[in-house]
């Protein structure tokens, strides 16, 4: 009987103490730490499948103690929204592109002047350099952290109906998509009447003769399919464009340094990644544009001459009125490198 009641109370001190350990071990496997991003991009986009990656390395080299969640194609904030919320707190990280924050802080606009900076060496010497730390710091004051910065493109394609856009002269009275304010400077400066519009709406402006003429990404217009109503593409390295990721400065400073650690070093992979793959792409975009029959003209250093010398200037000097304060030493910066 005595040993009876001995084995009773064992088992039941170890059925209690599995009880007790459960919530422990439950609390020991849970996230310590949830980064949501939100971003803008498709699931099919090169930068969806780096950010991606980047949640994969995340979690397993913290042993699942950081989970990112990352949103793509703007299902937890449209992009507009996205720099509020993550400054205010109400989500840990956004991604952006720099043109993106337009008068917020117009500095950013540096990378996108035409003809600025496109060399490729160039562009991949530009995460961590003293450009993108003046640029950085520039964000700290908006009270947002920059985490990395992914390269998106160096290649533009003007795409037109009618005739080929080669020589300056072409742009006289075209109807033309424009990026923002700031660029259209450069197609006003040859004549050209840019009319800025979101993406996804310019290839119905284009069926319907809204506008004459395109602008975008070489890869864009694969994806939207412009070979569909346009039949020339002329392409340039015209602009260069950074999407890069941001987080709530609050938010990160409270983490670990080893989990701080962690972030940082999978953010700064990614954005080495990052850089083959939109080169890729952007090769593979040119190949189908011609297999799916457009005439694509490539711009010979001459050409890009000529447009850089009758482009450049407006926009720059449009820039430098937007910054007059750290303008300037971005494009410096920007030039030194």
């Not at 009880?19 to 996230?31: E, K, M, S, T």
């Not at 990656?53 to 080299?61: P, S, T």
């Not at 399919?225 to 340039?236: A, C, L």
């Not at 962690?262 to 189908?288: F, G, M, S």
Request: proline content about 6%; glycine content about 6%; overall charge positive.
């Amino acid at each position: 009987m005595f040993r009876g009641n001995a084995m009773h109370r064992r088992h039941l001190l170890l059925a209690t103490a599995a009880g007790l350990a459960a919530p422990a071990l439950a609390r020991a496997q849970a996230p310590a730490v949830t980064m949501r991003l939100s971003h803008q991009y498709p699931p099919s986009h090169q930068h969806a499948g780096i950010l991606a990656a980047f949640a994969e390395r995340v979690k397993a080299k913290s042993q699942g103690a950081i989970d990112v969640q990352v949103f793509p194609a703007e299902q937890l904030a449209r992009a507009g929204e996205n720099f509020p919320a993550v400054a205010r707190g109400a989500f840990e990280a956004a991604a952006a592109v720099n043109f993106q924050w337009g008068n917020t802080l117009p500095e950013m606009n540096v990378l996108t002047l035409p003809y600025l900076f496109t060399g490729l060496e160039r562009i991949k010497k530009f995460p961590g350099s003293p450009v993108a730390q003046h640029l950085e710091g520039l964000l700290q004051k908006r009270a947002v952290r920059n985490l990395m910065w992914l390269y998106t493109t160096r290649r533009a394609i003007f795409t037109s109906g009618r005739k080929p856009v080669v020589t300056t002269d072409d742009f006289k009275g075209l109807k033309i998509r424009g990026l923002n304010a700031l660029t259209d400077h450069a197609l006003t400066a040859v004549g050209a009447a840019p009319s800025s519009m979101p993406g996804p709406e310019v290839p119905q402006a284009l069926q319907s003769g809204v506008l004459d003429a395109g602008l975008t990404d070489v890869s864009a217009a694969v994806s939207r399919r412009f070979y569909e109503f346009q039949k020339f593409g002329t392409v340039t390295n015209w602009f260069c464009v950074f999407t890069h990721v941001y987080v709530n400065p609050r938010w990160f400073d409270r983490l670990s340094d080893a989990h701080r650690a962690i972030i940082v070093a999978e953010a700064q992979q990614a954005e080495r990644d990052q850089i083959p793959v939109t080169e890729e792409v952007a090769a593979k975009a040119l190949e189908e544009l011609r297999a799916r029959g457009m005439t694509v003209h490539e711009q010979t250093p001459a050409e890009e001459a000529a447009w850089s010398a009758a482009m450049q200037k407006p926009v720059v000097d449009a820039f430098l009125r937007l910054a007059p304060d750290n303008g300037a030493r971005a494009i410096e910066l920007l030039r030194a490198l």
